[in-house]
């Protein structure tokens, strides 16, 4: 498998959030030893706002890169709850997709609470290991 992780879609007012959970999700991945062809210059490419769709721009950097499938993700939460606890609560969902012919095989989301004195991105690093546990590599 070659993998191409492009940066995660932010659908939360955290601006970094994206980014926090795509980098937090290539370590997990490469902890499972998954080698991921990333460089600095296809993450700029996948960047880009002017193709037709995201996703179509991520499936033609895919491509260059010669990549078998691409992990899309979606951050649908990242904040510290404004109940009377401020407990720390992650969303994601994350879609492999077959480079070649851009077929979904796999998709799940995961939702974390921390409790106590846990901080944002240690339930955000709980929520996308066990994402990536369940990734059929």
Known sequence: MRLFVPPFFNAT???HAG???TELTTTAILRRGIPLIQTEAALAQSRKENAAGPEGLYMETARSLQATHLLIGTVHEYRYKTDLD?????GLTLRLVDATDGRT???DSRSEVGFMFASLSTVA???VRSLVRRIPF
Do not use: C, F, S, T
Not at 86 to 90: D, M, R, T
């Open 13 to 15: 007012v955290d601006e």
């Open 19 to 21: 980014r926090a959970l």
């Open 86 to 90: 401020g407990n720390p609560a992650v």
């Open 105 to 107: 095989v796999w998709q």
């Open 125 to 127: 690093g709980k929520a």
